[in-house]
């Protein structure tokens, strides 16, 4: 008896959720944290009430998993569960089948709470996309600047080369005038490169959202 009250108080010291539910889906025991989880009392669900019932809309969702598990195998599975007080937390259930003589009598049900693992891998996710869509960014800013860069280091081979070759003072300012045009036109390509930069790193968080209805409704 005594052992019996030791086993007892240490799985309802066990944040995880633990019940055995038979094969006629009635529950048999059901420890702490199980009854917290629905908001249930002991004396109002051991041996009175049934998986469904518990459950509700959620038991479609899990029958594929109780099937198999009365089947004779265990199943594993990730569920979200919506708590008496309207909110949702992400679990991990395991079902383990109670086999004797070759005959599945119930099953052994362990659910363990991931919450935080899962929104920390959901914000991961997030963190992952964003840094995808910077490196898209980077690649495609990267490739306008060589693109440019490019453009005017061959325009200015090209009058270089023309300065090289004139054949009077005349033809000489004409391409002196042509490479001041070509330098205005690189520093003007070097502000506008800024620019974009300083668009990709502005915080989009600093904008407000406005009611366009309201302006248009005064005017």
Same mark, same amino acid.
């Given at each position: 008896m005594k052992k019996a009250l030791l086993v007892q108080s240490v799985v309802d010291c066990i944040s995880a959720m633990i019940a055995y539910? $038979?094969?006629n889906l009635v529950c048999r025991y059901a420890n702490a944290s199980y009854l917290e989880w629905f908001g249930k009392k002991s004396e109002d669900m051991i041996d009175k009430i049934t998986l469904p019932q =518990? @459950? *509700?809309? @959620? /038991? +479609? !969702?899990?029958?594929? /998993?109780?099937? &198999?598990?009365? &089947? *004779?195998n265990a199943q594993t599975f990730e569920r979200e569960i #919506?708590?008496?007080?309207?909110?949702?937390?992400?679990? =991990?259930?395991? /079902? /383990?089948?109670?086999i004797v003589d &070759?005959?599945?009598? *119930?099953?052994?049900?362990?659910?363990? $709470?991931i919450n935080d693992v899962? @929104? @920390?891998?959901? +914000?991961?996710?997030?963190?992952?996309n964003v840094i995808n869509q910077q490196n898209k960014c980077l690649a495609n800013f990267a490739n306008?600047?060589?693109h440019d860069l490019r453009s005017y280091a061959g325009n200015l081979r090209s009058l270089m080369t023309l300065y090289e070759l004139a054949e009077d003072e005349a033809e000489g300012t004409a391409v002196i005038q042509m490479l001041k045009d070509l330098s205005e036109g690189f520093s003007s390509m070097v502000e506008h =490169?800024? $620019? #974009?930069v300083k668009i990709q790193n502005?915080?989009?968080? !600093?904008y407000q959202p406005a009611i366009c209805s309201h302006t248009f409704q005064r005017r």
């Amino acid at each position: 008896m005594k052992k019996a009250l030791l086993v007892q108080s240490v799985v309802d010291c066990i944040s995880a959720m633990i019940a055995y539910w $038979d094969k006629n889906l009635v529950c048999r025991y059901a420890n702490a944290s199980y009854l917290e989880w629905f908001g249930k009392k002991s004396e109002d669900m051991i041996d009175k009430i049934t998986l469904p019932q =518990l @459950l *509700g809309l @959620l /038991y +479609e !969702k899990n029958l594929p /998993y109780i099937q &198999g598990v009365l &089947g *004779g195998n265990a199943q594993t599975f990730e569920r979200e569960i #919506m708590l008496p007080n309207g909110k949702t937390r992400y679990t =991990l259930a395991n /079902y /383990y089948p109670d086999i004797v003589d &070759g005959q599945v009598l *119930g099953f052994f049900v362990h659910v363990a $709470d991931i919450n935080d693992v899962k @929104l @920390l891998q959901q +914000e991961l996710a997030k963190s992952n996309n964003v840094i995808n869509q910077q490196n898209k960014c980077l690649a495609n800013f990267a490739n306008v600047v060589a693109h440019d860069l490019r453009s005017y280091a061959g325009n200015l081979r090209s009058l270089m080369t023309l300065y090289e070759l004139a054949e009077d003072e005349a033809e000489g300012t004409a391409v002196i005038q042509m490479l001041k045009d070509l330098s205005e036109g690189f520093s003007s390509m070097v502000e506008h =490169l800024s $620019d #974009m930069v300083k668009i990709q790193n502005h915080d989009k968080n !600093k904008y407000q959202p406005a009611i366009c209805s309201h302006t248009f409704q005064r005017r």
